[in-house]
């Protein structure tokens, strides 16, 4: 197990620069697949999350190309004229949530999958109902058996698919599902989140017919084939508001580059509403904070409100604040484990269901905590960082999964943070 060792209560100054969206990464990479030519995916994030992925890409027998340029930025090239559909790695499919999107892009391209459920951060039940629901209804036979999905169909035919709840994993599978499909497919209450747009701007330039992505409609015309092209992941919009989160919590002035601020509008008005003065310059954003921050009420939801991913560095934020604030979670039923390792660093807060009532602290001190999933390890390092004395955080792996080079970039901000494996 590696842990971080953090000796806090140092205000984050200086510059950090933000990578490629995790999210955005995982859903792009398996689409690599439905292309006959070779795709260049550059702006990736070098986090384990992209590098499971690869091995996965890697063992389907793609030739997949790894380099990191001189500013950190990754670069993948995957050629898939080896790939072979009966190779599905299924140990690594469980390490990693993305890996449905196997399901989506197999059934398109060979017309049968078989995935093991998908593994995770556990963060409370993650149907996939929806998945499965959009993959029938372009006429696909789907059955689970011993823990797999097993889906075939001869031909995959465009429909209309209404989902029951807004599932960004949904619409996503379900786009690259009929990406290759006869005729017309119009998901309706589709997740509208950067990343999906994302997905539909790199399946376009490879020659798909999307449109309306970002939007609650969208319409995937089915084509015959897709070539390979160049496409640039868009900017980590959590690792971004976890910096700025940091930044408030330590009462520092942090200019955090390589961001698309549109996508960072619900965290920079909670953030403003708690007291930190932020600036926007084009791509780069900068927090200062000086003093308490002030209580807020936050309530997650889907893109564009408060992003879940973000909701727990925003409780430590809130931990601090002068007066209660309340934090409602409303897309994982589980999201407050990382609460009952804060109340260890002097935190007040009390989680009924679904909402965290959180009675603000002068400060926080440093103790021995253990991350229980990515954002829970994220919230906690923030919560380090901000206390006073030595905290040790344990099972960091689960950070590496999501955030890159935590190490470099925390200490370049002026942190002390060491790590020990
Ligand atoms: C994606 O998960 C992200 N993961 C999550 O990020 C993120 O928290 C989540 O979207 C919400 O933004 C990846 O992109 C790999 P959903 P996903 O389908 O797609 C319910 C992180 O920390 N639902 O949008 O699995 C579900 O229970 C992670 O980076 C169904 O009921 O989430 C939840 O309440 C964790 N049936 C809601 O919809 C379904 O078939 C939203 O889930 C699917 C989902």
Redesign the pocket.
């Known amino acids: 197990m590696a842990k971080l060792i953090i000796r806090g209560g140092r205000p984050l100054r200086g510059r950090v620069r933000v990578g490629g969206r995790?999210?955005s990464a995982?859903?792009v990479l398996p689409a690599t697949l439905l292309a006959d030519g070779v795709s260049t995916l550059e702006n990736l994030p070098s986090i384990d999350d992209v590098r499971v992925y690869a091995d996965i890409l890697g063992g389907l027998g793609c030739d997949v190309q790894i380099a990191t340029a001189a500013s950190g930025n990754g670069t993948i090239t995957v050629n898939p004229a080896g790939f072979s559909p009966l190779a599905v790695p299924h140990d690594v499919t469980k390490r990693l949530?993305?890996s449905y999107y196997l399901l989506g892009v197999l059934l398109a391209r060979c017309g049968r999958a078989e995935v093991p459920l998908p593994g995770?951060?556990d963060?409370?039940?993650?149907?996939?109902?929806?998945?499965?629901?959009g993959f029938r209804a372009l006429g696909a036979d789907v059955v689970i058996e011993h823990g797999m999905v097993r889906a075939t169909a001869p031909a995959l035919a465009g429909a209309s698919i209404y989902l029951?709840?807004?599932?960004?994993?949904?619409t996503?599978n379900i786009m690259l599902a009929a990406t290759l499909a006869e005729g017309t497919t119009v998901i309706e209450n589709a997740?509208k989140?950067p990343?999906v747009v994302d997905l539909a701007n790199y399946l376009n330039a490879a020659g798909a017919r999307v449109q309306g992505a970002g939007t609650d409609v969208i319409r995937i015309r089915g084509v015959e084939r897709l070539n390979g092209c160049t496409h640039s992941i868009i900017p980590d919009e959590?690792e971004a508001a976890t910096y700025m989160i940091a930044a408030a919590a330590t009462r520092g002035d942090v200019l955090v580059e390589n961001v698309i601020p549109k996508h960072l509008d619900p965290v920079v008005a909670k953030l403003h509403e708690a007291g930190a003065d932020i600036e926007e310059e084009g791509d780069v954003l900068r927090l200062k904070m000086n003093g308490r921050p002030r209580a807020v009420n936050v309530k997650t939801l889907?893109?564009p409100g408060f992003?879940?991913?973000a909701q727990q560095p925003m409780t430590v934020l809130l931990s601090l604040a002068e007066g209660t604030s309340i934090v409602t979670e409303s897309?994982?039923?589980s999201r407050f484990k990382h609460v009952d390792e804060l109340k260890r660093m002097g935190t007040s807060i009390r989680v009924e269901g679904r909402t965290a009532i959180i009675e603000g602290v002068e400060r926080l001190t440093g103790a021995p905590v253990r991350a229980t999933?990515?954002?829970a390890g994220a919230a906690l390092v923030v919560a380090a960082l901000a206390a006073e004395g030595e905290t040790e955080i344990t099972g960091i792996e689960l950070v590496d999964r999501?955030y890159e080079r935590v190490l470099e970039k925390l200490n370049g901000l002026g942190a002390d943070v060491a790590r020990e494996e």
């Open positions: 995790k999210n995982v859903a949530r993305a995770g951060c963060i409370g039940l993650r149907p996939i109902d929806q998945h499965l629901k029951d709840v807004v599932s960004v994993g949904a996503i997740a989140e990343h959590i889907p893109y992003p879940t991913d897309i994982w039923e999933d990515l954002r999501g």
